[in-house]
């Protein structure tokens, strides 16, 4: 494997999880390789791990640059103020779903940071994660609006049929306080593919994860956690380091035997080759250690090594600093990784489905419902005209 850039190389050591001793020293000998503290900073900004990387490199006590210290300082400062504050909402929106009786669990957010770093202070988030389900999908977005919410993605507005379009194609809606400033996700399906994630939805086993200070929130089980956050990470290429570090952190404490449950789990639910690949790249990356039996079935798998140097190279690629959006043709490198994650023709069936029909073709051009087959012959024409457009 190619060497890692010295940056990365830090701020991965920053992102182990607990804070040891260990750890520290990991830090201090990686710290001592650096040249370019800006490099530092940018890498931990694109990654979205300035609150982990501040908070280990301050336990280790190294010397920074005052102008990178001071700018970690600030970014980790805002990074907890904003979990705090998105903690309190989500318990109070949670609270508003209860009262109109609309099922709803709080994914990742301030349950998972809870659960894996045991604070809600270093892990970033900058939006509230909620699932509910499909047939209580526009219940949800309309409670949401009551509240002082506004849509902003797919689209600022969305008439009636466009919602409904929304609602049948999509999986996920983003709307945004202009008051607070703050984002919500509001899911009602977690995945495209029927094959992946089997079983796992608001009507899963949950648990109630106790928020310090703040009362408690609705979250999976860590068993369907582990699956889903595998999967999550997986479907956008590992690109970032973010989403690795919380898949580790959450696994930090469990026993040799839990993490052989939790990949068994997976494996039931469809997302095995997601949560192999997470384990591979938390050992190769985060340095943790794996029960051997597993370590050389992960690393005999052809599939899983080709996974594993695609979600490099997406991770690091030729410059760690810069964003996946910036590279030439970044969404698309996730594109192969899709059709590799498992679920046979299923799968690739619900990938191609995804790829041919695109939600925002569909509010651009919204068409009769008895003309929806049309969809993915304009898939191509459509594509170019948002690529080639002026603006």
């Known amino acids: ?225 582990f699956a889903y956050l595998c999967l999550h990470g997986a479907a956008h290429g590992w690109s970032k380091l973010k989403w690795l570090a919380d898949v580790n952190a959450l696994i930090a404490s469990k026993s040799d035997a839990e993490l052989l449950r939790y990949v068994q789990h997976a494996r039931a639910k469809g997302t095995g080759v997601c949560a192999g690949l997470a384990l591979l790249l938390c050992h190769r990356v985060l340095g943790r250690d794996l029960p051997t039996q597993l370590t050389q079935s992960l690393n005999s798998s052809i599939r899983l090594r080709m996974l594993a140097a695609l979600a490099m190279n997406l991770m690091v690629g030729p410059d760690a600093s810069l964003d996946l959006k910036d590279r030439a043709f970044g969404s698309t490198r996730v594109a192969p990784m899709q059709f590799m994650l498992g679920g046979g023709w299923r799968n690739a069936l619900a990938q191609v489905r995804v790829m041919s029909v695109r939600l925002d073709d569909i509010l651009r051009l919204p068409l009769p419902a008895p003309l929806h087959f049309v969809y993915p012959l304009l898939r191509l024409p459509l594509w170019l005209a948002r690529r080639f457009s002026v603006r």
């Open 1 to 225: 494997m190619k060497a890692l850039p010295d940056e990365f190389v830090l701020v991965a050591a920053c992102c182990r999880w607990p804070a040891s001793l260990e750890r520290d020293a990991g830090v201090m000998a990686a710290a001592g390789r650096i040249t370019d503290w800006q490099r530092v900073l940018r890498v931990a900004i694109r990654h979205r791990v300035e609150g982990l990387v501040h908070a280990a490199l301050v336990a280790a006590g190294t010397p920074l640059p005052p102008d990178v210290s001071r700018a970690l300082l600030a970014r980790a400062q805002r990074i907890a103020a904003r979990n705090m504050a998105n903690a309190v909402e989500s318990v109070r929106l949670q609270a508003l779903f209860d009262k109109a009786r609309i099922p709803l669990l709080v994914i990742k957010g301030a349950g998972l940071a809870q659960l894996g770093y045991g604070t809600l202070v270093p892990k970033q988030s900058k939006d509230i994660d909620l699932l509910s389900a499909p047939e209580h999908a526009d219940a949800a977005v309309r409670l949401l609006e009551g509240e002082g919410y506004e849509l902003r993605q797919p689209a600022a507005h969305l008439d009636e049929q466009q919602r409904r379009d929304a609602f049948r194609y999509g999986r996920e809606l983003a709307l945004q306080h202009p008051a607070k400033g703050m984002q919500v996700e509001l899911r009602w399906r977690l995945v495209a593919s029927p094959s992946l994630l089997k079983g796992v939805d608001v009507g899963s086993r949950s648990q109630t994860v106790v928020l310090p200070g703040i009362r408690a929130v609705r979250t999976f089980q860590d068993d369907d956690l």
